[in-house]
């Protein structure tokens, strides 16, 4: 059974850090990532990373300021979150995708969802 728990949401001010982790059980995840949904908003896509050579692709948005990782003998993956700011303001969801490409970027990609973790930042 697939199971993805997210932790390390919370609150920070502008230009904080925070780091999420994503605890994964069941088959090995060879894509995995993480999208977001604030308020009123689609969920969007943020990062994902590959597990046999590590590429990873970043939205927009959080490139040069999120990096994320992945250890894959815990089978966990990372976000490290820094200069963050309100609009990163969401809840972020790990994911488990189906393969790397360009359909990752998109819910469609999307295997298997986290429960969410709040993130909250304040001006």
């Known amino acids: 059974q697939v199971q993805l728990v997210e932790s390390g949401g919370g609150l920070v001010q502008a230009g904080g850090s925070l780091r999420l982790s994503c605890a994964a059980s069941g088959p090995t995840f060879h894509v995995m990532g993480w999208f977001r949904q604030a308020p009123g908003k689609e969920r969007e896509f943020v990062a994902a990373i590959s597990r046999s050579i590590g590429n990873t692709d970043y939205a927009d948005s959080v490139k040069g300021r999120f990096t994320i990782s992945r250890a894959n003998a815990k089978n966990t993956v990372y976000l490290q979150m820094n200069s963050l700011e309100p609009e990163d303001t969401a809840v972020y969801y790990c994911?488990?995708?189906?393969?790397?490409?360009?359909?990752?970027?998109?819910?469609?990609?999307?295997?298997?969802w986290g429960q969410g973790t709040q993130v909250t930042v304040s001006s």
């Open positions: 994911v488990k995708l189906r393969n790397y490409g360009t359909l990752m970027r998109t819910t469609a990609g999307v295997d298997y």
